[in-house]
DNA sequence: GTAATATATGAACAGTTATTCATATATTGA
DNA sequence: TCAATATATGAATAACTGTTCATATATTAC
């Protein structure tokens, strides 16, 4: 049945898209390092360690907000493997997790026409 | 003051993070756009017109759920400019914006190591 | 051991968001 | 004009998320 003007060209683009669908678990994984990624608070403690690796203080000198705030933002981008952690003494120091991260940063600020 | 074991180093990074900090509408901007591929049913449109442009039909078809529930997503993406969209009689026919979509989608799966 | 410092975390609240349902708009063919 | 079809959208609800506050844990200096 004829459901559009361009049935043969949609129905078949259909059928590919659901055989090359990439897993649940895949979509579920490639959604959750966007969502790390995407709120202003956590983009600017990516865009900080651009800089190099950092304390908590540090951090928190950098980006603004409470020490809170920025502790449980660590963690989601922890959790998504944005950013990686040691201890260094009484600290804990935060370094980009590898160079995937900012060369997502930057093909979407280039995307946006935005001075990163 | 000292604040931590390489308070140098530390201090020197904030600092040049502060200064290199993009403007706050940059960010935002930036934030909107991951938001808008944060979620598994809007990227499974978009990993969906990798295939080829489709009408709301067909996409339904390819991802599942509801039209409601699709279109919902679709407005999203289009106010996020991943995706466009022009009128073909009674079909409004969508596709990626450009090719920066599917880059991004590569570049985060190439770093999960997930086939696309 | 105790005090001080750095960081993390659980609970609660407020704000946001995805989906559903019902309905509206737009186009086509008669 | 009217019926049928395709798509969009407002409202409502349920689920999710970011921040704050209070407190816990870990390390160091004494």
Same mark, same amino acid.
């Given at each position: 049945?004829?459901?559009?003007?361009?049935?043969?060209?949609?129905?078949? &683009?259909?059928?590919?898209?659901?055989?090359?669908?990439?897993?649940?678990?895949? #979509?579920? =994984?490639? /959604?959750?390092?966007? %969502? @790390?990624?995407?709120?202003?608070?956590?983009?600017?403690?990516?865009?900080?360690?651009?800089?190099?690796?950092?304390?908590?203080?540090?951090?928190?000198? &950098?980006?603004?907000?409470?020490?809170?705030?920025?502790?449980?933002?660590?963690? #989601?981008? =922890?959790? /998504?493997?944005?950013? %990686? @952690?040691?201890?260094?003494?009484?600290?804990?120091?935060?370094?980009?997790?590898?160079?995937?991260?900012?060369?997502?940063?930057?093909?979407?600020?280039?995307?946006?026409?935005?001075?990163?």
């Amino acid at each position: 049945m004829e459901v559009c003007g361009q049935e043969r060209q949609h129905h078949a &683009a259909a059928e590919a898209a659901k055989a090359n669908m990439p897993e649940e678990e895949d #979509i579920g =994984r490639v /959604a959750a390092v966007f %969502k @790390a990624i995407s709120e202003p608070s956590r983009l600017k403690i990516l865009f900080a360690l651009r800089q190099g690796e950092m304390c908590v203080y540090h951090i928190v000198e &950098a980006v603004g907000g409470t020490q809170s705030a920025v502790s449980h933002q660590l963690r #989601i981008l =922890r959790d /998504a493997r944005m950013i %990686k @952690a040691r201890r260094d003494g009484q600290n804990i120091v935060y370094s980009l997790a590898d160079e995937h991260v900012v060369a997502v940063l930057e093909l979407v600020c280039t995307h946006l026409n935005c001075k990163i």
